[in-house]
């Protein structure tokens, strides 16, 4: 079955488009595409995002992105040269624009995406987690259960898009012994510092450019790392309520210089993400996708703080770093469209397994 998943994440920086044929339990990777949001789209998120917002301006977008969503698809079938109807099924993530205690909120709506596509679309993916008493994310640890289990290898997959999360897949793990949880700022403080001190010209580290002219402020870090978010035992999550506009003014507020702040911010990340990783024994090696695995300054950070495993991108597996969560939720769809539950309750609290999402036929 050839299916499309769409996603766009809590950086904010646009959409990504992976069209992949399902046959067994590995997806094969037949087209990937990535759509940058109109500054106006972006701000208007921005505004949106764990603020006070006016309703109109929430609905206004959940009618709007499934046409930007309709729009990125379209273009990623052209450019891969896939027609349009051979793709079967669209699994669309849509825009968290708030995850907190017991509720989430993704904008997006599935029957707008399904209706210009003519494709049925599953959408909504948290709600169901969280009904079941989980926290509705992570949900990728399925997909990385399924892609990186090795019979004898300790491995940990990790993401680092807007927030980080890992997965942590002992050796012939059981589903039930895969844990998962957001470890807390991937790439979204150092986004928003790079914004804030370039003007909104740049909206990311390119090349980890800044924070490798910058030197760590360690006592900052250090009182950072304070944090009891990251010695709470997991299922947890993390979003832009935490590292959101708040974090970012009391960062700005020490009087560093730009450079020091972006390298402070970027060592943080690393060392959160560590922090994660050594709650667990026996982990051999680490699978590091998302836009993160681009940032030469904080790879070299994060092989610093796991000096005893192999840190490489998912991209030695066969797998796009990029398009892995967009990938993650095309197999998330096809799962829900075959009637099967998706979730694994030892990584996001739920009860019990559930099917996630809502189909719009």
Known sequence: MRVAGIMSGTSLDGIDVAIVEIRGKVPE?????????????????????????????????HYHLPELYAEAF?????????????VELIGCHGQTIFHGAGC????????????????????????????AGGKGAPLVPFVDYRLFRHPKKGRVAINIGGIANITVIPPGAKPEQVTAFDTGPGNMVIDQLVWRF????????????????????????????????YRQAPPKTAGREQYGREFVENLLSRGLKD?????????????????????????????????????PTL???????????????????????????AIAFAILAYETWWERPSNLPSATGARHPVLLGKISR
């Not at 379209?74 to 051979?86: E, F, G, N, Y």
Request: aromatic share 6%; glycine share 10%.
């Open 29 to 61: 990777s037949v087209g990937f595409w990535s759509v940058p949001y109109p500054k106006r789209v972006r701000e208007a998120l921005l505004a949106v995002s764990n603020a006070e917002a006016h309703t109109g301006e929430v609905a206004r977008l």
């Open 74 to 86: 379209l273009q990623a079938c052209k450019r891969a040269r896939i027609p349009t109807d051979s």
């Open 104 to 131: 989430t909120l993704q904008l997006g709506d599935g029957s707008v995406l399904k209706e210009r596509t003519g494709i049925p679309v599953v959408s909504d993916f948290r709600a169901a987690d969280i009904a």
């Open 198 to 229: 370039s003007g909104g010209k740049q909206s990311f580290d390119r090349d980890g450019k800044l924070s490798s002219r910058g030197v760590v402020n360690g006592d900052l870090l250090a009182e950072l790392m304070k944090d009891p978010y």
């Open 259 to 295: 450079d020091d702040l972006v390298a402070t911010a970027t060592a943080l990340t690393a060392a959160t993400i560590a922090e994660g990783v050594y709650r667990y024994s026996g982990i051999d090696e680490a699978i590091v996708s998302g836009g993160g695995v681009h940032n």
């Open 299 to 325: 790879m070299r950070f994060l092989r610093a703080e796991l000096p005893e495993m192999r840190v490489v991108s998912s991209s030695e597996y066969g797998i796009n770093p990029d398009a892995k969560e």
